[in-house]
């Protein structure tokens, strides 16, 4: 059985959905949308879902996610599952520059901790903070991939916020 056939059919299409997001964060949802096949709307979610925390200075909201869904005629719940399992996505105020640390088996026995305490003290900030001028913040993630390179860390600037 196959994700389409699943709670997908019991979505009715949303109606008003223009309304859901500014002309410009459509246009963007959209493109990702036409490169699906018709009706396979739902596979844009993680590029609307990217899309709209971008728009929203780098963090989604629980409203922001139920947009996407109406958006996607998908249900809430398939929104919530992707956007609390992927590391990129955030869900409280980011700052400038995300750095994110991995601090999974591999790279916690290569020195992760080393590196978090490092940070913690060169920011003055806790892990998951931001620092008071709203520049950096700092995140622990699972794993980045890249274990062959560990221990891993990986920082991003928010583009919105520049
Ligand atoms: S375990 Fe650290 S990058 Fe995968």
């Known amino acids: 059985m196959g994700y389409k056939s699943l709670p997908m059919s019991t979505v009715k299409p949303s109606e008003g959905k223009d309304q859901l997001f500014s002309p410009e964060v459509k246009v963007e949802i959209d493109?990702?949308?036409?490169?699906?096949?018709?009706?396979?709307?739902?596979?844009?979610?993680?590029?609307?879902?990217?899309?709209?925390?971008?728009?929203?200075?780098?963090?989604?909201?629980?409203?922001?996610?139920?947009?996407?869904?109406?958006?996607?005629?998908?249900?809430?719940?398939?929104?919530?599952?992707?956007?609390?399992?992927?590391?990129?996505?955030?869900?409280?105020?980011?700052?400038?520059?995300?750095?994110?640390?991995?601090?999974?088996?591999?790279?916690?026995?290569?020195?992760?901790?080393?590196?978090?305490?490092?940070?913690e003290k060169k920011l003055d900030i806790k892990m998951g903070d931001v620092t008071e001028d709203d520049k950096y913040s700092l995140k622990e993630v699972e794993c980045l991939g890249a274990v062959v390179v560990h221990p891993c860390s990986r920082s991003a600037i928010n583009t919105t916020r520049i």
């Open 31 to 119: 493109k990702w949308i036409a490169k699906y096949p018709e009706g396979w709307q739902q596979s844009a979610v993680m590029a609307a879902l990217r899309i709209v925390q971008d728009d929203n200075g780098g963090s989604l909201t629980r409203e922001l996610m139920d947009k996407v869904a109406a958006y996607l005629d998908m249900p809430p719940i398939a929104v919530y599952e992707v956007a609390t399992f992927y590391s990129m996505y955030e869900h409280k105020q980011v700052g400038k520059h995300k750095v994110c640390v991995c601090t999974n088996i591999s790279c916690m026995i290569n020195g992760s901790d080393k590196i978090v305490d490092h940070l």
